[in-house]
């Protein structure tokens, strides 16, 4: 079989078999059951972490950078931005809620008048919006930061996304496939690396798996010497294999972070995280 960066590339129909669509109920069992029988020493609940759930000897340098987390002042900054009121006098917590704990948990979510997945930052940019603000960038900046604080603010809350109807479904079951399509000039899907190749080395990383993926988001990375939201990262992945990515908050991407949510679901959500 050949290989490439040390992972072996299964077979398309391995591949294809991975994601037999049954329900997406027995998908998210498959899926979680798949990760816990690859590493049965990690805790289920333990997954929230990445690689360092998986990897002792990144973890003891993690838990060490995270006593002195590198994303405290994101959240800071996105607690100040919280509370500062729009030029119309309104705020956030008027979309929102009062309750700043309660947000993050929320999504992503489909919305069935809409037909379509909303994330937490596309919620935070309509908000904006509706009250006559221009939108954030999407991967960095104030957006990251804002949803640092709501990730901080929710911790501990556990991953509850439901898939209400038909559309939903689809839009779920579109996230899947791509999840399992290969892309990009090395023609590789994520599963190739992040179920398949998790626990292996890709140069100097060793692969996350993707049960509990989105948990941990956003985060900040060492790399970017900053906070950036999931779509970053995943933007990230998909050019690292030479493909070329969905735009941040596109209907593909925000797909994706609804399968990928929904197969975590009963983890807690821990962003924001530090990162490599
Ligand atoms: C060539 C292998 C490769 C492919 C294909 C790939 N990734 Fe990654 N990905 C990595 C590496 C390496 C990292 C950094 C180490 C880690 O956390 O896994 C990473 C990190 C991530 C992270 C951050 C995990 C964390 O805890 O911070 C997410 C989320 C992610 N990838 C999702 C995806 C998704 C979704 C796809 C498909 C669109 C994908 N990746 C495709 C190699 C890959």
Same mark, same amino acid.
């Given at each position: ?9 299964? !077979? ?10 049954? !329900?997406? #109920? ?5 899926? *979680? ?14 997954f929230i972490n990445g690689?360092? /759930?998986?990897?002792?000897? !990144? ?24 509370? @500062? ?15 700043? @704990? ?9 919305? @069935? ?9 596309? *919620?935070? =940019? #309509? ?5 006559? $603000? ?12 804002? /949803?640092?604080?709501?990730?901080? $603010? ?18 779920? =079951? ?29 140069? @100097? #990383?060793?692969? !996350? ?5 989105? /948990? ?5 990375r060492s790399k970017w010497? $900053? ?23 596109? $209907?593909?991407?925000?797909?994706? #972070? ?19």
């Amino acid at each position: 079989m050949k290989k490439l960066f040390g992972i072996t590339l299964v !077979s398309a129909a391995l591949l294809a078999g991975g994601a037999v669509q049954a !329900s997406p #109920e027995a998908d998210r069992e498959a899926f *979680a059951n798949f990760f816990q029988k690859r590493f049965p020493s990690t805790p289920a609940d333990d997954f929230i972490n990445g690689v360092y /759930s998986i990897d002792a000897t !990144s973890r003891e340098q993690w838990e060490q950078i995270e006593e002195f987390p590198p994303y405290e002042l994101a959240v800071e900054a996105g607690q100040a931005l919280w509370e @500062t009121p729009f030029a119309n006098g309104k705020s956030y917590t008027d979309c929102f809620g009062d309750d700043v @704990t309660e947000v993050r948990g929320k999504y992503p979510m489909f919305d @069935t008048e809409r037909k379509e997945v909303v994330t937490l930052e596309l *919620a935070i =940019n #309509e908000c904006r919006e509706a009250n006559g $603000e221009k939108p954030l960038k999407w991967k960095k900046g104030p957006i990251a930061e804002l /949803s640092s604080y709501l990730a901080y $603010e929710g911790r501990g809350k556990p991953i509850n996304v439901e898939i209400p109807n038909a559309d939903a479904e689809a839009a779920f =079951n579109a996230g899947q496939a791509l999840y399992y399509t290969r892309k990009g000039q090395l023609n590789m899907a994520c599963a190739t690396c992040h179920m398949y190749g998790s626990g292996q080395k890709v140069r @100097t #990383e060793i692969l !996350s798996p993707s049960f509990g993926h989105t /948990s941990g988001f956003p985060v900040y990375r060492s790399k970017w010497g $900053e906070v950036g939201t999931l779509h970053r990262r995943l933007a990230g992945c998909i050019q690292s294999v030479r493909g070329y990515p969905p735009a941040a908050q596109s $209907e593909e991407l925000r797909n994706l #972070e609804y399968f990928l949510a929904y197969t975590g679901n009963g983890l807690e959500v821990n962003g924001p995280s530090a990162r490599k």
